[in-house]
């Protein structure tokens, strides 16, 4: 069984920074397609961040582009999201996910469906 485990949540102020984290554990992978998702209180979960499996292509939601970035380091099979410039409105559980297909679509990338494993998740409070 796989599992992903997230690390790095917390509480920070507006305008502050976090560095998440994300590996599998258990039996693992080739991650080929890493990403993040977020889900806030009331709120559906909503695409966050991917990457390719050369760390190359990178994709964010509209909402963090320009505060927030993604990276991996395929020696760990480690996904990583600095996130910069918080807001109270970044607010939410952040769930990583990975899948062992190769995409070259956006929309693969964005979609839930498309990965097959996710973490438990990891809380991230922004106070204003």
């Known amino acids: 069984q796989v599992q992903l485990v997230e690390s790095g949540g ?3 102020q507006a305008g502050g920074s976090l560095r998440l984290s994300c590996a599998p554990s258990g039996r ?3 991650c080929k397609v890493m990403g993040w998702f977020r889900q806030a209180p009331g ?3 909503e695409f966050v961040a991917a990457i390719d499996w050369s760390g190359v292509s990178t994709y ?3 909402s963090v582009k320009g ?3 993604i990276s991996r380091d395929n020696t760990k099979n480690t996904v990583f999201l600095q996130m910069n410039s918080l807001k109270p409105e970044d607010t939410a ?5 990975a899948d062992y297909h190769k995409y070259y679509d956006r929309s693969y990338y964005t ?3 498309y990965y097959a494993y996710w973490g438990q998740g990891t809380q991230v409070t922004v106070s204003s």
Do not use: I, N
């Open 111 to 113: 979609g839930e469906v």
């Open 10 to 12: 917390g509480l920070v």
């Open 67 to 69: 505060r927030f970035t």
């Open 93 to 97: 559980v952040y769930y990583c996910a």
């Open 60 to 62: 964010y939601a509209d």
């Open 28 to 30: 693992t992978f080739d």
């Open 43 to 45: 709120k559906e979960r």
